[in-house]
RNA sequence: GGAGUCGUAGUUCAGUUGGUUAGAACGCCUGACUGUCACUCAGGAGGUCGCGAGUUCGAGUCUCGUCGAUUCCGCCA
């Protein structure tokens, strides 16, 4: 098809274009007819430029008023200066005097107009996915993301890493998260997994002496979704070898450092703070703390200073290896509505209620429980959290997780609903030292934390032989997490690659030598032949791309999402299909019940 | 698997205690208009109130179920 191609895009000419003879192509955003003078704005991913028809050319404008919106059109003519200017746009102070329009493709009218402010509802939004797409505020998001990624491969390539593609098809493994599983036909009855993470793969590169290794790929987890999680989901996954903790650091921090200096211009600390597992959940009740909120709002514990008062409640707590805790919001009116409102949100984890306590200007206590308390307990209670007239103390008491979970939930509850979290800082923070293993209640045994390769720290090395359930819970490992804002967004560890360590790990989290050669046979194989020491870590690729957008969700990261209950409303998937390629896999689908 | 919110015109929403013909804005169509850029003005078309039962003389409104979107918990690198 023959047509007028573009000299230009619709984002670029300016005053100093004035007097050229230009071609554009692009879609009908806007079209203002004002009788005798007819405007069009012209869009493409670059910009808008205002067109402008007269009527005495009357082909032409007999073409623009057949014009509809999203009508793919080309306009030639000349950059004019405009009579009348608008400040808002990079192109306002022209525009194109037409003397040439080809209509090059018709538009039905769209479900919803284009616009920055789009106003559908979010399946709509899903469903005609291209048209929200064509919106700059959303197309920018993924122009962002194509920058973050030609940063990271430049990144790894200077630092002698190696990009190497690892299967998409693998063994399926019942550690972690729930498989997607692929059909094999040539072998029916049998299954292939797509990647939680390439971990067991990139772990083997190292014994293949790749050394560095680095992908930016597609992982798949069949969990429930969430605002931040989607059923397929990208990484930068990396390993290294002959390494400790501090130098996967140092990569990651040098990754995180030019992506901030490239998009946003600013300059990262040379370290990340760092803060241990069990100081993050004393402190923040979390273990992906959010280090923005104004006044840092800690957690106190206060089980001591009320250990001896007359309210049951905390006494009971503290006398049953429970703790009291609370934390402090500062000076701000806490009406009896609020109140109410954070005691409903604390009964949903399982507390009877919120204790607090006002410090009034005057000097004065307003609280329930302020009775049992007497002057000594409340005064160090005051002094405990620093208050002064205004503040208000949050207590819960209970078992210590629960309680410090719940702190923390509240936390971030008061930092939302008090508007104290400063947007405008990025808090970087190595969350280290995390538990080896997780005791599960219900099931009666241990699972690992992290995943079964990872390496416990040299000093718990000496637990690995205990039987006692404290002294395995009190394992820590060679384990971080990197937060960035209260997120996730990386994760990593330093890996076994020594096959005693491997079987002690295996024998507490109950698998047998037998089922661990099942599932990780080919992996434990290959230790056998000189495994490096070896560590590394996984970006959330996606997480980071939606925290550089200023999103709350990953969604519009992502060019073609999936919704909460993992379809794709655009292209209507997952769907069934013939009995015939089903037959090919040898599948029989159960009837529904 | 559980809890919450939402579903009414193409779109975003309003719709009172259950009561006559379900409204507004934007978009769309027709006409007018030479400096608009959220153009303006005049007129017009447009509805399976998500779907299915039930209660009722009467349901957009109440009840139950169901489907979809979304937030959170469980789950999850």
């Known amino acids: 098809m023959n047509f007028c191609k573009r000299t230009h895009n619709c984002g670029e000419l300016n005053i100093k274009n004035e007097g050229e003879k230009v071609t554009l192509n692009g879609w009908v955003s806007k079209t203002r007819d004002l009788g005798g003078l007819f405007f069009i704005d012209l869009r ?128 399926s493994t019942p550690e972690g998260a729930r498989d997607y599983l692929v059909p094999s036909r040539v072998h029916n009855g049998k ?32 969990e429930d979704l969430r605002a931040d999680r989607q059923p397929e989901f990208t990484q930068i996954d990396l390993e290294m070898s002959f390494v400790d903790q501090n130098d996967v650091f140092e990569i990651l921090e040098g990754m995180f450092f030019e992506i901030w200096k490239d998009i946003k211009g600013i300059e990262l600390p040379a370290g990340f703070r760092r803060m241990t597992y069990d100081e993050a959940m004393n402190k923040y009740g979390s273990d992906k703390p959010d280090l923005r909120i104004k006044g840092g709002m800690e957690i106190e514990n206060i089980s001591e200073l009320v250990k001896g008062s007359d309210f049951k409640v905390f006494s009971d707590a503290a006398a049953s290896g429970g703790i009291v805790a609370g934390i402090k919001l500062q000076s701000k009116e806490v009406t009896r509505k609020i109140i109410d409102g954070l005691t409903e949100f604390v009964k949903k984890s399982g507390f009877g209620g919120l204790g607090y306590l006002k410090f009034n200007e005057d000097g004065t206590v307003q609280s329930p429980i302020v009775k049992f308390l007497n002057e000594e307990i409340t005064n160090n209670i005051k002094s405990t959290f620093s208050c002064a007239g205004g503040d208000t103390v949050f207590i819960l008491s209970g078992e210590k997780m629960k309680v410090l979970q719940t702190l923390g939930q509240l936390r971030l509850r008061l930092a939302e609903d008090f508007d104290l979290i400063d947007e405008t800082r990025y808090e970087f923070l190595w969350v280290i030292d995390f538990p080896l293993f997780r005791y599960e209640e219900e099931e009666k045994r241990f699972y690992a934390e992290h995943h ?30 990197l937060v960035l804002n209260g997120h996730e967004i990386t994760s990593g560890s330093i890996r076994i690659h ?20 099942m599932k990780f046979g080919f992996i434990l194989e290959a230790f056998k032949y000189g495994a490096p020491p070896h560590g590394g870590a996984a970006v959330g690729f996606d997480r980071v791309i939606a925290i550089l957008c200023g999103l709350k969700s990953i969604n519009d990261t992502i060019a073609f999402p999936k919704t909460l209950k993992a379809s794709s409303l655009m292209d209507e998937c997952p769907s069934e299909v013939a009995t015939v390629q089903l037959d090919e896999l040898g599948i029989e689908l159960k009837k529904k019940k």
Request: hydrophobic share 35%; glycine share 2%.
């Open 191 to 222: 299954f292939y997994a797509l990647p939680q993470s390439p971990q067991l793969y990139k772990q083997i590169l190292m014994v293949s002496g790749l050394d560095r290794y680095v992908q930016i790929c597609k992982c798949f987890r069949d």
């Open 452 to 481: 079964v390769f990872t390496m416990p720290k040299d000093e718990y090395l000496k637990f690995l032989d205990s039987s006692d359930k404290d002294e395995i819970e009190s394992i820590r490992a060679n384990c971080y997490d």
């Open 44 to 171: 493409d991913r670059y910009g808008i430029t205002q067109l402008k028809v007269l009527p005495e050319n009357k082909e032409v404008y007999d073409i623009a008023l057949r014009l509809g919106q999203e009508f793919v059109i080309s306009a030639s003519g000349n950059v004019i200066k405009r009579e009348s200017i608008n400040k808002n746009i990079p192109t306002g102070e022209i525009e194109i005097e037409v003397n040439e329009i080809e209509i090059l493709n018709e538009s039905e009218i769209p479900p919803f107009v284009i616009e920055d402010d789009v106003k559908a509802a979010d399946d709509l939004r899903l469903k005609y996915r291209y048209l929200d797409l064509r919106r700059k505020i959303l197309s920018d998001n993924l122009i962002l993301r194509n920058w973050v990624y030609q940063i990271v491969h430049k990144y790894f390539e200077k630092h002698d890493f190696v990009e190497v593609e690892t299967p998409v098809l693998m063994k």
């Open 498 to 517: 020594k096959p005693e360590i491997q079987k002690k790990v295996f024998s507490i989290i109950g698998l047998t030598d037998e089922e661990a050669k």
